[in-house]
């Protein structure tokens, strides 16, 4: 026999994972050789703050492993062709990607690999159910989410398997997980101009044992009236799982399996994991919809742009508008690399529909931002908000910041926590454009810098009229 190689990527787990007991088993006696590369490809669009949770991420799976993680830095393909010789190893295992990027890639792979002998095993992937799996009745991609979950929720059962037992050897590393960070951000657009790029202070912890204490206090507390009280922006209601999904530190088939009884909240905690599953299937079948809107029509809207709208972007992005809740939302980003999904779409709803701007550019700085950036979630949940995507809704469905914030902060104790201007402020004076402040009261923050109401008449203005310009375009 020989090594196989057990390539990871978003997948830095030992437990529950098929991929990492077919190396096992391709292996044998003669062991398994755990790899990571760091692959600037993926790395340079990404700021600081998910790189340093993947460093820490990585240099947790080490430390279960017990045994040294090989990492190397440079092209996959050439990487992975390079250890194979240098080892011997007869198997390469990953777990299957289904991104476009990562489709192109594992290609790649696959065709050098072959060249040498050598077989390429994509097994399982980061989904309870695989992208391309659910489909209709005619075997045609589901456009719709509830369409979707009737025929996902029904697969399985989920069967979780532990760490299973490896002989892991070793290899040379030519890059730490300490050093990622600084490969991170290449690709900065010119667009964020003077906006921050430091990672937050406190991240999550890293790693699988952190996902499953995470997992295991969720259930043992939150889970219970999850279905109402996860909207609440204030509260501790959700289950914080999704920077750990996004490098698979835990696998969704474990959440399901844990989720998997009876009652209206774990129902509706599953049908989240499954919006996640349903955006992968969305862009598996659609990989323009990264930088495409799904609807033709939606493709009319006129979007601000220019110097100033790039500064109202940026005022967006500091938390600067002076709309209480949208800047509570962003600056819970900046401080924490993370976002209340409520907090998401009311402030992608004031991006797009009351400041005019191209969702694209909002997606661009929450993947920039986002601890938990999954191309898939973060792209359709934009179009979503847009109301360009599939299962889109609709663009007049227009978020008011205030009324939200009556509904899902009625303390404001969310507000008083990320803007501390307010602090003073009782609500519901704070819910007011401006926070109700005014030069008598001293507080530093800004006067709300558009009302509100008269850019919503704006937004639905150009919605007309970008239905009337799509439908002269098909006559």
Not at 164 to 181: C, F, G, K, L
Not at 270 to 294: G, I, K, M
Request: aromatic share 10%; proline share 8%; glycine share 10%.
């Amino acid at each position: 026999m020989a090594p196989s190689i057990f390539w990871f990527r978003r997948d830095l787990r030992l437990s529950d994972h098929p991929a990492l007991l077919e190396a096992v088993r391709l292996g044998g006696a003669d062991g398994v050789l755990p790899l990571f590369v760091v692959d600037d490809e993926f790395l340079a669009p990404s700021g600081p703050t998910r790189a340093r949770f993947l460093a820490g991420c990585l240099e947790a799976l080490e430390d279960s492993m017990g045994a040294p993680l090989v990492m190397r830095h440079g092209d996959p393909a050439k990487v992975v062709t390079d250890l194979v010789r240098e080892v011997g190893a007869s198997d390469v295992v990953v777990t299957g990607d289904y991104g476009p990027v990562g489709q192109r890639r594992d290609g790649a792979v696959a065709t050098a690999l072959e060249a040498q002998g050598v077989r390429f095993h994509q097994v399982s992937s980061p989904y309870a159910v695989e992208p391309g799996t659910v489909s209709g009745d005619k075997g045609q991609p589901l456009k719709v989410f509830s369409a979707f979950r009737r025929r996902w929720e029904v697969l399985g059962p989920h069967v979780v398997s532990p760490a299973p037992d490896v002989r892991w050897i070793s290899a040379s590393s030519d890059i730490t997980a300490s050093q990622i960070e600084a490969r991170s951000g290449k690709r900065r657009p010119a667009l964020f101009g003077d906006l921050p790029d430091g990672p937050p202070v406190n991240l999550p912890v890293p790693g699988e044992g952190a996902a499953h204490q995470l997992l295991e206090d969720f259930m043992g507390g939150p889970a219970d009236g999850y279905k109402v009280r996860r909207d609440f922006l204030a509260e501790n209601a959700t289950s914080g799982l999704s920077p750990y999904l996004r490098f698979g530190c835990i696998h969704p088939r474990t959440i399901l399996h844990v989720a998997s009884g009876p009652g209206k909240d774990l129902e509706h905690f599953r049908s989240e994991v499954c919006w996640r599953e349903f955006y992968a299937d969305v862009l598996f079948h659609n990989p323009q919809s990264v930088t495409e809107p799904l609807q033709a029509q939606m493709s009319e809207l006129v979007w601000d742009k220019g110097p100033e709208a790039e500064e109202r972007f940026r005022r967006w992005a500091r938390g600067e508008t002076g709309i209480p809740l949208v800047d509570a939302s962003m600056r819970q980003l900046l401080a924490e690399g993370l976002m209340h999904n409520r907090a998401r779409m009311i402030a992608a709803s004031f991006l797009v529909k009351h400041l005019h701007l191209d969702w694209r550019w909002g997606a661009r700085w929450f993947m920039w931002r986002l601890v938990d950036g999954d191309l898939a979630s973060n792209v359709h949940g934009w179009q979503w908000t847009a109301g360009t995507g599939t299962d889109a809704a609709p663009f007049y469905r227009i978020f008011s910041p205030l009324a939200q914030a009556e509904r899902f902060d009625p303390d404001a104790a969310f507000i008083h926590r990320y803007v501390p201007e307010l602090a003073g402020i009782p609500a519901p004076k704070v819910f007011e454009p401006g926070g109700g402040v005014s030069l008598l009261d001293q507080a530093d923050y800004p006067e709300a810098m558009i009302d509100l109401k008269a850019e919503r008449e704006e937004a639905l203005r150009r919605l007309d009229e970008a239905k009337q310009r799509y439908g002269a375009t098909t006559q």
